[in-house]
């Protein structure tokens, strides 16, 4: 069973900051999703990696798959940044299927 | 718009009480998921389809029945409904299994068992 881990649970920021959230998974997996929950509970895809870095606007994601490990990193973070980002890893279910193993989100508040 | 789209958005239901919570995509995706979200934790999978007629279940399936009668629609059934099935629910669609073009998401719906 994966275990999914990300650090740190609860970040605070200013606006302006550059911010990195972690994840490490502990099995190997076939790829890597970050997602982005705003308060009122919609889920947002916002990368899907499996090795690597992409880059979408002010948001890089990068992956390290010998040490199990991505981040997230927001440039000049600005307060409609405020939401939870989860990790989630990919890895075989069964056949061909996959699943989705999901961390327990970072709660990022950016302040103005 | 294209999209997941989930109802309700809220529920309270008494012990024993049953009820469907429905989700509905409209972008041709073969695959679609259910997953409850408790507080402080992950996401968890429910169960899943990869194609009409075709359900499995995932880590938390008990308390739960789903179907898949056609693509587009995927409901997820209570059948007796508990305090522990109190949760926030939420609904998803993929292309592909290894979702290479990522996940949508529905909006979710807010479900209380007293």
């Known amino acids: 069973k994966n275990e999914v881990e990300q650090s740190p649970q609860n970040l605070t920021a200013q606006e302006g900051e550059f911010i990195t959230i972690n994840c490490s998974y502990s099995?190997?997996?076939?790829?890597l999703h970050w997602l982005q929950q705003h308060p009122g509970g919609g889920i947002v895809s916002l990368f899907m990696?499996?090795?690597g870095k992409k880059k979408h606007g002010r948001l890089i994601a990068t992956i390290n798959i010998q040490e199990k490990h991505s981040s997230l990193h927001i440039t000049a973070s600005h307060p409609r940044d405020s939401a939870v980002y989860i990790c989630a890893v990919s890895e075989y279910l069964r056949g061909s299927n996959y699943k989705l193993t999901f961390g327990k989100g970072t709660l990022l508040t950016v302040n103005p | 718009n294209a999209g997941v789209t989930q109802t309700p958005k809220f529920r309270i239901l008494k012990i024993g009480q049953s009820m469907t919570l429905q989700c509905a995509q409209d972008m041709n995706h073969n695959y679609m998921y259910w997953y409850r979200q408790d507080p402080g934790m992950g996401l968890k999978l429910i169960y899943y389809?990869?194609?009409?007629?075709?359900?499995d279940k995932g880590e938390v399936p008990n308390g739960y029945n789903v179907s898949r009668s056609t693509t587009e629609d995927f409901p997820l059934r209570l059948e007796l409904a508990a305090p522990s099935q109190t949760s926030v629910y939420f609904c998803?669609?993929?292309?592909?299994?290894?979702?290479?073009?990522?996940?949508?998401f529905g909006s979710g719906t807010r479900l209380t068992v007293v």
């Open positions: 998803a669609s993929s292309y592909s299994d290894r979702a290479l073009n990522g996940y949508t």
């Open positions: 099995v190997g997996i076939s790829a």
């Open positions: 990696l499996s090795s």
């Open positions: 389809s990869v194609g009409a007629g075709i359900t």
